[in-house]
């Protein structure tokens, strides 16, 4: 049975759309920070997450070499015989680090290395579904005010609605529901990655596809072709299909 803290690990995922192992690797990073606070060193650490204890274990990390340039990084292939019989020049050496000392330093450091990874993951999840986007008509729903602007929910994600891509001729009301076409996505933005808009000319574009096609098959046209289409059923004569 999964442990605990996976299980946290896992539903963190879910819910900021990210995969596991990025939050995995979130904590293997902190317990080196913490560890290497608490130790004072420079050697090379590396933590490890198991998956089944939930135990996060750092290792000082030393790779066998003939001869040691840096005493920090490696060690040489006769002292790391005595480790390893079966060491070899390439491979590494790894030592376990006490950790149950590290206590709130562990703690502290943790939480904030946790959060900025995890903030960065979900930045880029949001930049890579999004950037592609740019010109798509989508709906949202004002969330709230922020100065001039809007901060609109996309349902993944809140974006902005600068100033000056609202119209000029609308007022907005918090929890009403708007189309609005995806401006950019401002991958180095501090608050909401996503900006759209109200008045760009494109707007117009989106909705006129998206609206004229129900206009024309209510009327008995080909959605694609329009009216052409139409003319050339009632004649009953051999017409090409009208190229659009």
């Known amino acids: 049975m999964a442990n605990l803290l996976y299980q946290q690990i896992e539903m963190l995922s879910r819910e900021k759309h990210i995969e596991p192992e990025i939050v995995v690797s979130a904590i293997e990073d902190a317990m080196v920070v913490a560890a290497r606070k608490y130790y004072k060193t420079e050697e090379n650490l590396r933590g490890k997450f198991n998956a089944e204890s939930g135990q996060v274990d750092v290792f000082s990390v030393l790779t066998v070499v003939e001869e040691v340039a840096d005493p920090k990084m490696e060690i040489s292939l006769a002292d790391a015989k005595k480790k390893n019989p079966t060491a070899e020049v390439g491979t590494e050496i790894l030592t376990a680090k006490p950790t149950d000392v590290l206590g709130r330093i562990a703690a502290q450091t943790a939480k904030q290395v946790i ?118 059923h009632e004649s009953g004569g051999d017409e090409p299909r009208q190229r659009c």
């Open 115 to 232: 959060l900025q990874k995890v903030r960065e993951a979900e930045r880029d999840t949001i930049y890579n579904e999004y950037h592609t986007r740019v010109g798509e008509l989508v709906t949202v729903i004002v969330k709230r005010a922020e100065g001039p602007d809007l901060i609109v929910d996309m349902g993944r994600t809140e974006a902005r609605l600068p100033k000056r891509e609202q119209s000029k001729l609308e007022t907005y009301n918090i929890g009403e529901r708007l189309r609005v076409v995806i401006k950019m996505v401002d991958r180095a933005a501090k608050g909401p990655q996503v900006i759209v808009s109200r008045g760009d000319a494109s707007l117009v574009q989106r909705l006129f596809e998206m609206e004229v096609p129900e206009i024309l098959r209510w009327h008995g046209a080909d959605p694609v072709c329009g009216a052409g289409s139409r003319r050339a």
